[in-house]
Nanobody
Framework: QVQLVESGGGLVQAGGSLRLSCAAS????????MGWFRQAPGKEREFVAT????????YYADSVKGRFTISRENAKSTVYLQMNSLKPEDTAVYYC?????????????????WGQGTQVTVSS
């Protein structure tokens, strides 16, 4: 059974930083692409960032490019999202997702497994 458990969310002031973690189990993590998505109240789930199986390729939404960094530690079956220069519009529930493939993209429908999410709130 695949499990994805996010952590690291919380309340931060605008301009601050947070690092989200997602611990995966139940699959060969090092073979799978991983992604981060977010959903704000009343809005659809949106793509944030994705990383390929080895960590050599990453891709970001324009809204977070230059501020967020996705990375992974295959030895720990964990993917991270370092979030800097946070803005109030970054407030959302952040979800980790895993695709049973070496690469994925920005379509949430292409991911096979999802975590429960972690709340990030950025105050102005």
């Amino acid at each position: 059974q695949v499990q994805l458990v996010e952590s690291g969310g919380g309340l931060v002031q605008a301009g601050g930083s947070l690092r989200l973690s997602c611990a995966a189990s139940g699959r060969t993590f090092s073979s799978d692409a991983m992604g981060w998505f977010r959903q704000a109240p009343g809005k659809e789930r949106e793509f944030v960032a994705t990383i390929n199986w080895s960590g050599s390729i990453t891709y970001y939404a324009d809204s977070v490019k230059g501020r967020f960094t996705i990375s992974r530690e295959n030895a720990k079956s964990t993917v991270y999202l370092q979030m800097n220069s946070l803005k109030p519009e970054d407030t959302a529930v952040y979800y980790c997702a895993e695709r049973a493939s070496s690469w994925s993209g920005d379509d949430p429908g292409s991911y096979d497994y999802w975590g429960q999410g972690t709340q990030v709130t950025v105050s102005s």
